[in-house]
Each structure stands twice: as C-alpha cells, then as structure tokens.
C-alpha cells in the first residue's frame, strides 16, 4: 500500500496557523468529494442488488409458469405428453438456478451493499459531526480572544483579568481536543477510504465466482444429458413439421391447379342431385325489418333428420330453424333476386325465404327440402325413394309468378339472425348459442348508452291517464325536493357510459364487470362521444343535472344505491349499483313487493372516482346519523362546515363545475 504524503500534523493543532488552517481545507474539500462518491457507488450496488434480486423473482415466477403449461388443458393438446414432461424438468432446473440466485443476491447484500453503507455512516458521518465540533470550539476560542483582548489598560481588574485568562485556557484546550480528533479522523480517512472501495467490489466478485461454480456444477453434473435429449426431441419436431409442412405446400398446390370453374357459381352443364336427403351451405334469409321492410342475411344452413338447422358465424353450434316434416317447398319470385324458394309448415303459419348462390344449389336445396319432408330419410332405403320422387320436385322447381296472391308468412323476427336463438313452435326448443352464463350480468343483457330522451317520445312514454310518470322512479316529492336543505351538496363533473341491468347488488365485482362490458361495447360499436353532466351529491339523494338547462336527468334516493365503486386502475372510472323492484310477476302495488332488481351505471369523471365514492359515503352516513341527533352532531363536529351549515368537501371541484352555463360536449377516451 503506497504511502500518505499528505498528512495534517498533530503538533500544528493547537497554533493553528494558517499554513495548518489551508492543509485542513484540502482534507475537508477531499471528505466532502468522497461523501458524494460513496452515495453514488451505493446507488449502484444497490441497484445491482435490486436487479439480483429481481432476477431471483423473475426465475421462480418462471418455474411455476412452466409448471402451468400441464393445466391449461389445451383443446389440441393431444401429442403434448413429452412436451409437458421436458416443462416439468426445466421448472425443477430453474428451481435450483432461482436458489442460486437467492444466494448471490444474499451474498450481495452481506458483502457488497452492507459495507458500503457502514462506510457511510459511521466513518463519513464521522467526519461530519467532528467538523461541526472543530468550528464550534474554533469561535468560542475566537470570542474568548476577543473579550481578553478589550480589557482596560488603565483600570485593570485582576479578578475580571484571572477569570478571562481562565477562559482563554478553557477554550484553548477545547480547541485543541477538537482538532486532535479531528485532524486525526481525516488523517485515518485516507487508509479507510481505501479500504472501504476496495472492500465491496472484492465481495462481488467472490459472490459472481461462488456462483459460476455452483452453476457450473448443476450443468455439468444434472443439465448434459438432459440438454442432449430436449435438442434431439426439438429436432424431431423440426422434422415432422417440415415434412408436415411439404405435405401442405403439396396439398395446396394441388388444390390451386385446379380449373378455374370451381370457383363459378352458375357453371353450364353442371349435374344436380335430386336424390340428397342432406344438404348443408350458406344462404341468403329474408327477415322483415319494419310493415314493408326487409333485410337479408347470409347464413349457414344445414339439415339434420327432419330438421332444417341454422349456424351463424362465431357460434359453436347451430339451432332448428323450422321442422321440415310435412312442409312444403317451392321456387318464388322475390324482389328480383335470382334462385329464389320458399318453405312452409304444415299449418301454413310459419314459413320463410331463402336465396341459393347458384342455380344447382338452389335446385338441389328444393329437391333436398321436398324429399326430406316426404320423411325419406326414416325408410330402409331412402335414396331409391327419392328416385321415385324425383319427378315432383322438378315439378316443384317451376317458379311461381304469382306469389303475391298467395298467402305469404313470414318467419319469427328473431330467427336466423346472426347471434340469435332459434326456435320453433315451443321455448324448449331454443338452441343456446353455445355462451356460458355468467355469475353477475346475463349475457345479451341490453346496454344503455344514454339516458336522454326526445321531449316528444320523453312524454309520450311516460304519460298514463293524463297523468306523468317517471320511468326512473323518482316521485313528485323528489324531483320538488331543495338540495339547499340537505347537509351536503356536492357537484361533480362526469360523464355518463352506459347503463346495464345485473344479477346482484351486493357484490362489488358485479361494478368492474359492467365497466367492463360497456368499454366494451363501447369500443366494438364505435360509439366514443359522450355529454358532460353534473353529478350532485346531496345527504338524501344522487341527481344527474344538464348542466345547460339544469334539468335532472336521473335522480336515486340514497337508499336505492346498493354498491359503488371506482375503478382500481382507472381512477377516473366509478360505477353504483341501483335497486328497484320488477313488477313483470306481480306482487301487488306497496313497496315491498315485487322482485328486486339490479342496474349498474358506469360514469366517467375529470376527478379521481375515489373522491365522488367518498362523497357517497358520507352522504349514507349522514342519511343514518339524523336518526340519531348526537351522532349527527358529533359527525358535523368532525367535519369541516360551511357557513350556512352543511359540510365543505372539495372546494376546487365545486368551483370548476358549479357553473355550466358554457360547458360544451366533450369527447371522452372510454
């Protein structure tokens, strides 16, 4: 270890000299570089410790991942088998890696960080507390000098003279002990600091050394055979997908050097089958939309038995359009629209209207239609039948021209659209879509995107016996009620999603599966511009006010809010859960009876939701303490109050939204 050549002398302590005084700054200015060196260097061991340990968590978080590919239970997991076993062992080799990082990372902080950081506080906060000392005992020796200089020549005092030389002595000698100590420490800080940036990094590397070995050991000991045998089973799957691969490029090849005639729809000269007893293809369904309106959706058809089935795209089965059994069949002119039918029930009730692509599909539908509704496909040999019966479907492929004089059903309005559930005479027979129900919300449940309506459909609706009625609930009393008599009154700024009816009220995760669906909704249906309303929140109710013409959208009493809630990565999102009462099943006219129901109402505010939920609850607890006077008066106690008497939340959010005279709609980012 080299020598110091720079020291500051003990005997030079008590003279204090300049010469001493200007060695001592170059050792002061030297602590104070190393002081911001060291903060610097554990700042980033630390954040080497910090990444080890990140390392540690990542690999056990890797190992279980692993481990979860065998419960995924994956639809074409068939063959997986050797891929889950070759998982499971790489997840007990991460295990072992994740231990040996949780040992460096041990090591780390017991060599690495740990010294560096009694480096700093006990040697360089050392240094700091003895300089604070050395300049406290440096003044009072100054001020000491000071008073022993100004005594009098003339009139001397010996006592006043012996107490300021005792003095002088005193501060002296506190002087000189300070700067002992600390020319001393400052002295010993040159061999420490050496030894304390040495220290650390000899402790990393011996750590990184200690953990190449063990590594190195665990390759070479578990890992070679191992690694052998998971490159030869990649290498399998390599070549089975390349044969696969060929195999297609083949395949596809072949498919695509076909004629070019596939790809026609009306083809000259093309056979058509009138023996089939099953059909299956996409074609075109009329559907009324309105008195005179129509609209046709291309769907999937397909037979099955007697029944003529229907498959929309995205389901994952299909539902019975019509029984076939009995019915009729025939060609139609139709809103000049090429291939044309017709199929009837037996009773002349139910019938529909359907498109063929081409002239053979159409034909072969209508043959495939007639012979199944003959039931050919129940005997012993149903193509020879069909043979036989060849002859009155051909007859039934002449189109009709006067169709219009004829009597035209029309099939259920519900039939045949994509996503909806098909059905015939009787409710059971309705086929799901194949959606599984869910615990909180329906699935197809309507959602609401607003809650305004015109003034003339507002009326019209809502008017029974001369007398109007508020589809919301809300009472004469209410909607006459003055908000300047409650307790709190709180205005918001938000905006209104979406509303949607739910199973429950009394589960808060039904409020983050509605925020769910309608941002949802929202974002499929593109619909993405609302209108701003003010949110009043008072200690008896919860309005929705515009704030252009400062009418009340919507208002709920405080005790129909069963839930509400902000959203918890969101914090602009909240949502409440309103109870109400369905009188679809009766139950007579009080308020008791009835079924409860549940709707959800998701909002948008320019305030963090956790504030509006806040508000909310104070309201409800204010609503339960007026039941008690001494409760109410130790809540109003505990609380901020107004100068007229109600409580004072969040001046800044009533400032912003009190006046909405020129508030415009906004487009909000749901």
């Given at each position: 270890m080299p020598a110091v050549h720079h020291k500051l002398l003990l005997e030079d302590a008590l003279l204090d000299s300049p010469q001493t005084r200007s060695l001592l700054s170059v050792f002061e200015e030297d602590a104070a570089n190393l002081t911001d060196y060291t903060n610097q260097l554990l700042q980033s061991m630390q954040r080497v410790y910090g990444a080890q340990s990140e390392m540690g968590l990542a690999t056990e978080q890797l190992s279980r991942q692993l481990l979860a590919y065998e419960k995924k239970n994956f639809a074409l997991g068939k063959g997986d088998e050797e891929v889950v076993s070759t998982l499971q062992n790489f997840a007990k080799t991460v295990q072992e890696l994740n231990s040996l990082h949780s040992d460096l990372a041990s090591q780390m902080a017991d060599t690495v960080v740990f010294p560096l950081i009694q480096f700093r506080e006990k040697e360089l906060t050392e240094i700091s507390t003895l300089k604070e000392i050395h300049g406290i005992a440096t003044d009072e020796h100054e001020a000491a000098m000071v008073k022993y200089s100004r005594l009098p020549k003339k009139r001397e005092n010996e006592k006043l003279k012996a107490d300021m030389v005792k003095e002088v002595a005193y501060t002296r000698r506190k002087q000189h002990q300070a700067s002992l100590q600390y020319y001393c420490a400052l002295n010993a800080l040159q061999y420490r600091k050496r030894v304390a940036m040495l220290e650390p990094m000899l402790?990393?590397?011996?750590?990184?050394?200690?953990?190449?070995?063990?590594?190195?050991?665990?390759?070479s000991r578990k890992l070679d055979n191992f690694l052998v045998s998971v490159s030869s089973v990649t290498q399998n799957i390599q070549a089975q997908l390349d044969a696969e691969a060929e195999a297609m490029r083949n395949t596809q090849k072949e498919l695509l050097s076909v004629d070019e005639a596939v790809y026609t729809l009306d083809k000259d000269g093309e056979p058509v089958n009138r023996t089939l007893i099953q059909k299956a293809g996409f074609l075109n369904i009329r559907n009324k939309t309105g008195l005179v309106t129509t609209a046709w959706d291309r769907l999937y058809f397909f037979t099955q038995g007697g029944n003529l089935m229907c498959q929309p795209r995205g389901a994952v089965a299909g539902g019975m359009v019509l029984d076939l059994d009995n019915s009729s069949v025939m060609?139609?002119?139709?809103?000049?629209?090429?291939?044309?039918?017709?199929?009837?029930?037996?009773?002349?009730?139910?019938?529909?209207?359907?498109?063929?692509?081409?002239?053979?599909?159409?034909?072969?539908?209508?043959?495939?239609?007639?012979?199944?509704?003959?039931?050919?496909?129940?005997?012993?040999?149903?193509?020879?039948?069909?043979?036989?019966?060849?002859?009155?479907?051909?007859?039934?492929?002449?189109?009709?021209?006067?169709?219009?004089?004829?009597?035209?059903?029309?099939?259920?309005?519900?039939?045949?659209?994509?996503?909806?559930?098909?059905?015939?005479?009787?409710?059971?027979?309705?086929?799901?879509?194949?959606?599984?129900?869910?615990?909180?919300?329906?699935?197809?449940?309507p959602i609401q995107f607003d809650i305004v309506l015109p003034a003339s459909e507002f009326l019209e609706q809502n008017r029974v016996d001369g007398k109007r009625t508020n589809p919301f609930g809300e009472t004469d009393d209410d909607c006459c009620h003055e908000s300047g008599d409650s307790l709190l009154q709180q205005v918001f700024a938000v905006r209104f999603l979406g509303s949607m009816a739910v199973r429950c009220g009394d589960n808060q995760e039904v409020i983050y599966e509605a925020m769910r669906q309608v941002l949802a909704a929202r974002a499929i249906h593109n619909i993405f511009r609302t209108t701003e309303s003010h949110l009043m929140v008072?200690?008896?109710?919860?309005?929705l006010i515009d704030p252009q013409t400062q009418v009340t959208r919507i208002s709920f009493q405080l005790g129909q809010m069963c839930q509400f809630a902000a959203h918890q990565e969101n914090t602009r999102l909240m949502g409440l859960v309103v109870e109400g009462r369905d009188w679809s099943g009766g139950g007579g006219g009080d308020d008791e009876g009835g079924e409860p129901s549940f709707t959800a109402f998701v909002f948008e505010s320019n305030t963090e939701g956790e504030k509006i939920c806040y508000t909310m609850s104070l309201a409800k607890d204010i609503t339960e303490a007026k039941k008690d006077p001494a409760a109410l008066a130790q809540l109003m106690k505990n609380m901020p109050l107004t100068n007229d008497g109600k409580?004072?939340?969040?001046?800044?959010?009533?400032?912003?939204?009190?006046?909405?005279d020129g508030l415009d709609d906004l487009e909000s980012e749901a």
């Open positions: 402790g990393y590397t011996q750590a990184q050394v200690l953990f190449f070995k063990k590594g190195l050991e665990l390759v060609a139609i002119e139709c809103e000049d629209r090429h291939y044309c039918f017709q199929i009837t029930s037996p009773t002349g009730k139910a019938s529909m209207i359907l498109q063929a692509e081409s002239k053979k599909e159409y034909e072969e539908w209508i043959c495939t239609v007639n012979n199944i509704s003959r039931q050919i496909y129940l005997t012993d040999n149903p193509e020879a039948v069909a043979i036989r019966l060849n002859q009155t479907a051909i007859q039934a492929v002449t189109p009709v021209t006067s169709f219009e004089k004829r009597q035209e059903g029309s099939p259920d309005p519900d039939r045949a659209k994509p996503g909806g559930v098909f059905s015939t005479s009787t409710p059971s027979q309705k086929s799901g879509t194949g959606l599984e129900p869910e615990d909180l919300i329906a699935p197809g449940t008072t200690s008896s109710n919860l309005r409580f004072l939340l969040l001046d800044a959010e009533n400032s912003d939204t009190a006046d909405g």
